[in-house]
């Protein structure tokens, strides 16, 4: 079922990210699983257990050059 959008505040929560800027074409050639991926190892190296599910973090969208993510 599909609601409507609502604001939630939450508190502040730390994450790992690795930030890039890519194509919206170089989103779908697997990039963002291997980003996922590389985090997770890096996790695992640190002894850190993740908290959450992995998310996509867009600072910049713009489709006629590159999203900044």
Same mark, same amino acid.
């Given at each position: ?5 609502? +604001?939630?505040?939450?508190? $502040? &929560? ?8 890519v194509t919206? /074409?170089? @989103?779908?050639k ?8 590389? +985090?997770?190892?890096?996790? $695992? &190296? ?10 996509? /973090?867009? @600072?910049v ?9």
């Amino acid at each position: 079922m599909i609601t409507e959008p609502k +604001v939630e505040q939450r508190s $502040e &929560q730390p994450y790992v990210a690795i930030r890039t800027q890519v194509t919206p /074409r170089g @989103l779908g050639k697997g990039l963002v699983a291997r980003l996922f991926s590389e +985090v997770h190892t890096w996790l $695992e &190296q640190q002894g850190i257990e993740p908290t959450d599910a992995p998310f996509i /973090r867009y @600072l910049v969208i713009d489709m006629s050059t590159k999203f900044d993510l």
